[in-house]
Protein backbone atom coordinates (compact mmCIF):
# COMPACT_ATOMS: atom_id res chain seq x y z
CA UNK A 1 0.00 0.00 0.00
CA UNK A 2 2.88 2.25 0.71
CA UNK A 3 4.24 1.56 -2.58
CA UNK A 4 1.25 2.66 -4.24
CA UNK A 5 0.33 5.71 -2.13
CA UNK A 6 4.33 7.21 -2.10
CA UNK A 7 5.18 6.03 -6.01
CA UNK A 8 2.57 5.79 -8.01
CA UNK A 9 -0.57 7.68 -7.08
CA UNK A 10 1.59 11.14 -7.13
CA UNK A 11 2.20 10.32 -10.84
CA UNK A 12 -1.64 9.52 -11.59
CA UNK A 13 -2.50 12.14 -9.74
CA UNK A 14 -0.17 15.03 -11.48
CA UNK A 15 -1.31 13.43 -15.00
CA UNK A 16 -4.59 13.58 -14.32
CA UNK A 17 -4.65 17.44 -13.35
CA UNK A 18 -2.43 18.38 -15.56
CA UNK A 19 -4.66 16.82 -18.20
CA UNK A 20 -7.85 17.42 -17.19
CA UNK A 21 -6.59 21.19 -16.54
CA UNK A 22 -5.44 21.60 -20.62
CA UNK A 23 -8.79 19.97 -21.80
CA UNK A 24 -10.60 22.32 -19.65
CA UNK A 25 -9.12 25.10 -21.21
CA UNK A 26 -9.33 23.92 -24.82
CA UNK A 27 -12.74 23.47 -24.75
CA UNK A 28 -13.18 26.53 -22.68
CA UNK A 29 -11.27 28.11 -25.67
CA UNK A 30 -13.24 26.22 -28.58
CA UNK A 31 -17.06 27.50 -27.20
CA UNK A 32 -18.07 30.19 -29.95
CA UNK A 33 -19.10 33.30 -28.22
CA UNK A 34 -22.12 34.64 -30.23
CA UNK A 35 -21.57 38.12 -29.38
CA UNK A 36 -19.08 40.25 -27.68
CA UNK A 37 -19.07 39.88 -23.58
CA UNK A 38 -17.48 43.55 -22.74
CA UNK A 39 -19.07 44.66 -19.75
CA UNK A 40 -18.31 48.69 -20.09
CA UNK A 41 -15.16 50.82 -20.18
CA UNK A 42 -13.02 50.13 -17.56
CA UNK A 43 -11.06 53.41 -18.28
CA UNK A 44 -8.15 51.24 -19.05
CA UNK A 45 -6.93 50.72 -22.79
CA UNK A 46 -5.10 48.69 -24.90
CA UNK A 47 -3.10 45.33 -23.93
CA UNK A 48 -1.61 46.72 -20.38
CA UNK A 49 -4.60 48.03 -19.33
CA UNK A 50 -6.69 44.32 -19.82
CA UNK A 51 -3.44 42.65 -18.18
CA UNK A 52 -3.61 45.50 -15.41
CA UNK A 53 -7.81 44.55 -14.89
CA UNK A 54 -7.02 40.82 -15.14
CA UNK A 55 -4.06 40.93 -12.82
CA UNK A 56 -6.39 43.33 -10.18
CA UNK A 57 -9.37 40.38 -10.44
CA UNK A 58 -6.63 37.34 -10.17
CA UNK A 59 -4.94 39.36 -7.29
CA UNK A 60 -7.76 40.92 -5.03
CA UNK A 61 -10.91 39.92 -6.31
CA UNK A 62 -12.01 43.26 -7.38
CA UNK A 63 -15.55 42.16 -8.16
CA UNK A 64 -16.33 39.95 -5.34
CA UNK A 65 -14.92 43.39 -3.09
CA UNK A 66 -17.68 45.16 -4.80
CA UNK A 67 -20.20 42.45 -4.03
CA UNK A 68 -19.76 41.43 -0.81
CA UNK A 69 -17.45 42.73 1.66
CA UNK A 70 -17.02 40.14 4.19
CA UNK A 71 -17.04 37.35 1.64
CA UNK A 72 -14.72 38.68 0.29
CA UNK A 73 -12.15 38.86 2.92
CA UNK A 74 -12.03 35.35 4.13
CA UNK A 75 -12.11 34.24 0.17
CA UNK A 76 -9.10 36.28 -0.43
CA UNK A 77 -7.53 35.78 3.26
CA UNK A 78 -8.24 31.63 2.20
CA UNK A 79 -6.60 32.08 -1.53
CA UNK A 80 -3.66 34.01 -0.01
CA UNK A 81 -2.43 32.08 2.72
CA UNK A 82 -2.78 29.13 0.61
CA UNK A 83 -0.30 30.56 -2.53
CA UNK A 84 1.78 31.31 0.99
CA UNK A 85 1.75 28.00 2.72
CA UNK A 86 2.15 26.49 -0.95
CA UNK A 87 5.45 28.57 -1.96
CA UNK A 88 6.51 27.97 1.96
CA UNK A 89 6.76 24.05 1.22
CA UNK A 90 8.23 24.61 -1.55
CA UNK A 91 11.03 26.73 0.17
CA UNK A 92 11.20 25.31 3.38
CA UNK A 93 11.59 21.64 1.98
CA UNK A 94 14.39 22.51 -0.63
CA UNK A 95 16.35 24.46 1.77
CA UNK A 96 15.16 22.68 5.28
CA UNK A 97 14.09 26.36 6.27
CA UNK A 98 16.73 27.72 5.86
CA UNK A 99 15.78 29.78 3.04
CA UNK A 100 16.13 33.05 4.69
CA UNK A 101 19.86 32.80 5.79
CA UNK A 102 19.84 34.45 1.75
CA UNK A 103 18.29 37.68 3.64
CA UNK A 104 21.39 37.34 6.30
CA UNK A 105 19.65 35.28 8.92
CA UNK A 106 21.64 32.68 11.07
CA UNK A 107 20.34 29.19 10.12
CA UNK A 108 18.44 29.07 13.77
CA UNK A 109 16.78 32.20 12.93
CA UNK A 110 15.58 30.99 9.14
CA UNK A 111 14.06 27.87 11.05
CA UNK A 112 12.24 29.73 13.50
CA UNK A 113 10.97 32.62 11.10
CA UNK A 114 10.21 29.95 8.75
CA UNK A 115 8.29 28.13 11.71
CA UNK A 116 6.46 31.22 12.76
CA UNK A 117 5.13 32.29 9.10
CA UNK A 118 4.28 28.46 7.97
CA UNK A 119 1.97 28.66 11.94
CA UNK A 120 0.43 31.90 10.89
CA UNK A 121 -0.17 31.12 7.64
CA UNK A 122 -1.81 27.61 8.60
CA UNK A 123 -3.52 29.33 11.01
CA UNK A 124 -5.33 31.62 8.55
CA UNK A 125 -5.76 29.25 6.12
CA UNK A 126 -7.90 27.02 9.17
CA UNK A 127 -9.62 29.93 10.17
CA UNK A 128 -10.85 30.55 6.74
CA UNK A 129 -11.92 27.39 5.71
CA UNK A 130 -13.31 27.23 9.52
CA UNK A 131 -15.64 30.55 8.57
CA UNK A 132 -16.41 29.84 4.81
CA UNK A 133 -18.18 26.39 6.33
CA UNK A 134 -19.89 28.04 8.97
CA UNK A 135 -21.65 30.83 6.39
CA UNK A 136 -22.69 27.39 4.23
CA UNK A 137 -24.25 26.19 6.93
CA UNK A 138 -25.96 28.87 9.25
CA UNK A 139 -26.36 31.52 6.28
CA UNK A 140 -30.01 30.27 4.68
CA UNK A 141 -29.47 31.27 1.07
CA UNK A 142 -26.10 29.82 1.16
CA UNK A 143 -27.17 26.69 2.36
CA UNK A 144 -30.16 26.72 -0.14
CA UNK A 145 -27.54 26.73 -2.98
CA UNK A 146 -24.70 24.46 -1.39
CA UNK A 147 -24.49 20.90 -2.40
CA UNK A 148 -22.78 17.96 -1.53
CA UNK A 149 -19.53 19.30 -3.27
CA UNK A 150 -19.04 22.38 -2.03
CA UNK A 151 -19.35 20.69 1.79
CA UNK A 152 -16.81 17.51 0.36
CA UNK A 153 -14.60 20.50 -0.90
CA UNK A 154 -14.09 22.39 2.72
CA UNK A 155 -13.80 18.98 4.08
CA UNK A 156 -11.04 17.95 1.93
CA UNK A 157 -9.10 21.04 2.52
CA UNK A 158 -9.93 21.23 6.53
CA UNK A 159 -8.78 18.01 6.61
CA UNK A 160 -5.45 18.74 4.65
CA UNK A 161 -4.81 21.91 6.76
CA UNK A 162 -5.92 20.32 9.96
CA UNK A 163 -2.87 16.76 9.62
CA UNK A 164 -0.18 20.18 8.35
CA UNK A 165 -0.98 22.05 11.30
CA UNK A 166 -0.33 18.49 14.16
CA UNK A 167 2.90 18.29 11.92
CA UNK A 168 3.70 21.57 12.40
CA UNK A 169 3.03 21.91 15.98
CA UNK A 170 4.77 19.09 16.59
CA UNK A 171 2.29 16.61 17.12
CA UNK A 172 4.37 13.93 14.97
CA UNK A 173 6.98 15.74 13.26
CA UNK A 174 8.81 14.16 9.83
CA UNK A 175 12.45 14.71 8.84
CA UNK A 176 12.76 17.59 5.92
CA UNK A 177 15.74 15.72 5.26
CA UNK A 178 13.66 12.53 4.45
CA UNK A 179 11.00 14.29 2.61
CA UNK A 180 13.29 16.23 0.42
CA UNK A 181 14.89 13.16 -0.55
CA UNK A 182 11.71 11.80 -1.23
CA UNK A 183 10.03 14.61 -3.36
CA UNK A 184 13.48 15.09 -5.20
CA UNK A 185 13.02 11.60 -6.60
CA UNK A 186 9.41 11.92 -7.45
CA UNK A 187 10.85 15.14 -9.77
CA UNK A 188 13.42 13.59 -11.26
CA UNK A 189 11.70 9.73 -11.89
CA UNK A 190 13.87 8.39 -9.50
CA UNK A 191 10.87 7.75 -6.49
CA UNK A 192 12.03 6.77 -3.63
CA UNK A 193 9.86 4.71 -0.76
CA UNK A 194 7.72 7.24 1.12
CA UNK A 195 8.38 8.50 4.76
CA UNK A 196 7.01 6.34 7.55
CA UNK A 197 5.19 8.45 9.22
CA UNK A 198 1.64 8.37 9.17
CA UNK A 199 0.68 11.72 9.60
CA UNK A 200 2.81 12.70 6.45
CA UNK A 201 1.50 9.81 4.64
CA UNK A 202 -2.03 10.63 5.85
CA UNK A 203 -1.50 14.81 4.45
CA UNK A 204 0.13 13.64 1.13
CA UNK A 205 -2.78 11.13 0.03
CA UNK A 206 -5.48 13.83 0.76
CA UNK A 207 -3.11 16.14 -1.48
CA UNK A 208 -3.18 14.08 -4.11
CA UNK A 209 -6.55 13.04 -3.96
CA UNK A 210 -7.69 17.04 -4.26
CA UNK A 211 -5.12 16.99 -7.33
CA UNK A 212 -7.72 14.33 -8.89
CA UNK A 213 -10.51 15.78 -7.74
CA UNK A 214 -10.10 19.66 -8.30
CA UNK A 215 -10.47 19.83 -12.22
CA UNK A 216 -13.89 18.49 -12.08
CA UNK A 217 -14.32 20.46 -8.88
CA UNK A 218 -15.43 24.18 -8.46
CA UNK A 219 -12.29 24.90 -7.93
CA UNK A 220 -11.70 24.39 -11.52
CA UNK A 221 -12.11 28.74 -11.39
CA UNK A 222 -8.58 28.77 -10.80
CA UNK A 223 -7.96 29.14 -14.27
CA UNK A 224 -11.74 29.62 -15.81
CA UNK A 225 -11.13 33.46 -14.15
CA UNK A 226 -8.53 34.27 -16.81
CA UNK A 227 -10.67 33.20 -19.78
CA UNK A 228 -13.48 34.94 -18.30
CA UNK A 229 -11.98 38.12 -17.56
CA UNK A 230 -10.22 38.37 -21.13
CA UNK A 231 -13.98 37.76 -22.81
CA UNK A 232 -15.67 40.39 -20.24
CA UNK A 233 -12.52 43.33 -20.80
CA UNK A 234 -11.86 43.09 -24.19
CA UNK A 235 -12.44 45.99 -26.23
CA UNK A 236 -15.91 46.58 -27.20
CA UNK A 237 -17.58 46.45 -30.79
CA UNK A 238 -17.26 48.74 -33.29
CA UNK A 239 -21.15 49.41 -34.82
CA UNK A 240 -21.15 49.39 -37.64
CA UNK A 241 -19.33 46.48 -38.31
CA UNK A 242 -16.39 47.67 -40.44
CA UNK A 243 -15.69 46.08 -44.05
CA UNK A 244 -12.37 44.51 -43.53
CA UNK A 245 -10.68 41.43 -41.71
CA UNK A 246 -12.31 39.77 -38.33
CA UNK A 247 -11.51 41.84 -35.05
CA UNK A 248 -8.24 40.77 -33.56
CA UNK A 249 -10.02 39.75 -30.58
CA UNK A 250 -10.58 35.75 -30.92
CA UNK A 251 -13.11 35.12 -28.38
CA UNK A 252 -15.16 38.14 -30.93
CA UNK A 253 -14.82 36.28 -34.00
CA UNK A 254 -17.10 34.27 -34.27
CA UNK A 255 -19.66 36.79 -34.09
CA UNK A 256 -17.89 38.77 -36.42
CA UNK A 257 -18.07 36.15 -38.78
CA UNK A 258 -21.47 35.63 -38.08
CA UNK A 259 -22.61 39.12 -38.66
CA UNK A 260 -21.11 38.91 -42.23
Known amino acids: MLFFIGQVLPYMAWAVFVFAMLWHLARWLRVPVPFPLTLGPSGRRGGAGRVLTLGREALFFDSLRRGDRTLWLWAWLLHISLVLVIVGHIAGIHYLTRQFTFIGLSA ?3 SRLSAI ?30 GAADYFILALLLAIAVIGM ?14 RAYAGGLLTLRPVPIPRNWA ?15 PFSMLIHMIGIFVGQAMVTQPPPLYPTPAGPGPGISFAREAAGNER
Open 108 to 110: EAS
Open 117 to 146: LGTVCGTVFFVALVVLLYRRMVIAEVRRLS
Open 166 to 179: YMRLGGSAVELAAV
Open 200 to 214: FVSHFTLVNILLFYL
